[in-house]
T-cell receptor, first 111, second 114 residues
């Protein structure tokens, strides 16, 4: 079983601050995805990174896939209250059949 | 276009009771998945169906059975519910046969087993 560890588990910051969430594993993944989940809803895909070293930007969110494809980070610039939610990373195995999810980072952005 | 729908939204069972969670997608996707989500543990895969007519075990299949009824529908059955199965259950689908990228999730079923 491939494991993905996310850190921190909880993060509470003020609006306007920057933050980084990490997703680490000892296993190599063929791709890695980041999802955001709001209370009472299912996760929604934010981005998929495929190539080692890849960096993708989505407005104020920057996603990076590690060179060895074992880890990833999500950086949010100037956080807003609307960024509040549970952020989940998920890695696809080499066979491409299953996603392994991390435990999630629960982010609260206070006004 | 409703995406992925799940029924029921909430359910309370007594230990030993059985029930079936329903899932349907209208995106003509090949692959469908069932996950459970417990606090602090992200989502864990119970079963998946890479294409119509096939099903495979995921990480935590014990105590569950599934049926891929047709391309649209994928149901999850608890034959004899246990308190350890109290969780939020999510169904998901994606378009690429056998590949998990870009999964679309339903709104979840919140199950409590007393």
């Amino acid at each position: 079983t491939q494991l993905l560890e996310q850190s921190p588990q909880f993060l509470s910051i003020q609006e306007g601050e920057n933050l980084t969430v990490y997703c680490n594993s000892s296993s190599v993944f063929s791709s890695l995805q980041w999802y955001r989940q709001e209370p009472g809803e299912g996760p929604v895909l934010l981005v998929t990174v495929v190539t080692g070293g890849e960096v993708k930007k989505l407005k104020r969110l920057t996603f990076q896939f590690g060179d060895a494809r074992k880890d990833s980070s999500l950086h949010i610039t100037a956080a807003q209250t609307g960024d509040t939610g549970l952020y989940l990373c998920a890695g696809a195995d080499n066979a491409g059949n299953m996603l392994t999810f991390g435990g999630g980072t629960r982010l609260m952005v206070k006004p | 276009n409703a995406g992925v729908t799940q029924t029921p939204k909430f359910q309370v069972l007594k230990t030993g009771q059985s029930m079936t969670l329903q899932c349907a997608q209208d995106m003509n996707h090949n692959s469908m998945y069932w996950y459970r989500q417990d606090p602090g543990m992200g989502l864990r895969l119970i079963y998946y169906s890479a294409s119509e007519g096939t099903t495979d075990k995921g990480e935590v299949p014990n105590g569950y059975n599934v049926s891929r009824l047709n391309k649209r529908e994928f149901s999850l059955r608890l034959e004899s519910a246990a308190p350890s199965q109290t969780s939020v259950y999510f169904c998901a689908s994606n378009s690429a046969q056998g590949r998990p990228d870009t999964q679309y999730f339903g709104p979840g079923t919140r199950l409590t087993v007393l």
